[in-house]
């Protein structure tokens, strides 16, 4: 079974560039959230997927956006790329579990190394 | 605002003994507190959870300990082992929210 994939592990893009990132979720879950990782920081939350629409949104601009396909697969696009976005970009996978959180039902990816120079 | 803290960048504990990660949050609002672990090229991994309605949890040599009033939990590794060490990152969530608010993370270093 496999789990939470993400490509590319790594990428190198210029300022002013437009970068998309995929996900593809564990097996069997529905539901797609993206977190962005600085150096020496933990995950803060961009935005989550489910039945195709942006569910809930954290605080990052519109340059921030993203997709859902109808197999729950994901795509994370970042428009005009400044230095400042450069991060390990995290995607997690879960069931939809209606008002409750459970921990362990939530997977991440390895990641999308993004440096941008 | 840091909603979440860590305050110990890293942690050094020597094999066999305890180790203890904390972390400390603001927002009175977190209901479920989760604790991630994460190695080197690889995504966080689940370890433990506990809800705001207990003040303790436990799963093998993991314990997670929630003072609501202080805004404070804490993880016990008990014995720790030279595969513990890792990125410890201490989570939150609100009731209904679907995001998790994360700590900076603690380095934990297991010496033989």
């Known amino acids: 079974d496999a789990g939470v994939t993400q490509s590319p592990t790594h990428l190198i893009k210029t300022r002013g560039q437009q970068v998309t990132l995929r996900c593809s979720p564990k097996s069997g879950h529905d539901t797609v959230s993206w977190y962005q990782q600085a150096l020496g920081q933990g995950p803060q939350f961009i935005f989550q997927y489910y039945e195709e629409e942006e569910r809930q949104r954290g605080n990052f601009p519109d340059r921030f956006s993203g997709h859902q396909f109808p197999n729950y697969s994901s795509e994370l696009n970042v428009n005009a790329l400044l230095l400042g976005d450069s991060a390990l970009y995290l995607c997690?996978?879960?069931?939809?579990?209606?008002?409750?959180?459970?921990?362990?039902?939530?997977?991440f990816g390895e990641g999308s190394w993004l440096t941008v120079v | 605002d840091q909603q979440v803290k860590q305050n110990s960048p890293s942690l050094s504990v020597q094999e066999g003994r305890i180790s203890i990660l904390n972390c400390d949050y603001t927002?009175?609002?977190?209901?479920?507190f989760l604790w991630y672990k994460k190695y080197p090229a690889e995504g966080p991994t689940f370890l433990i959870s506990?809800?705001?309605i207990k003040d303790k949890n436990e799963d093998g040599r993991f314990t997670v300990f929630l003072n609501k009033s202080a805004k404070h939990l804490s993880l016990h590794i008990v014995p720790s082992q030279p595969g513990d060490s890792a990125v410890y990152f201490c989570a939150a969530s609100e009731y209904s929210n679907y995001q998790l608010i994360w700590g900076a993370g603690t380095k934990l270093i297991i010496k033989p």
């Open positions: 997690a996978s879960s069931l939809v579990s209606g008002t409750s959180f459970s921990g362990n039902t939530i997977y």
């Open positions: 927002n009175s609002m977190f209901d479920y």
């Open positions: 506990i809800s705001s």
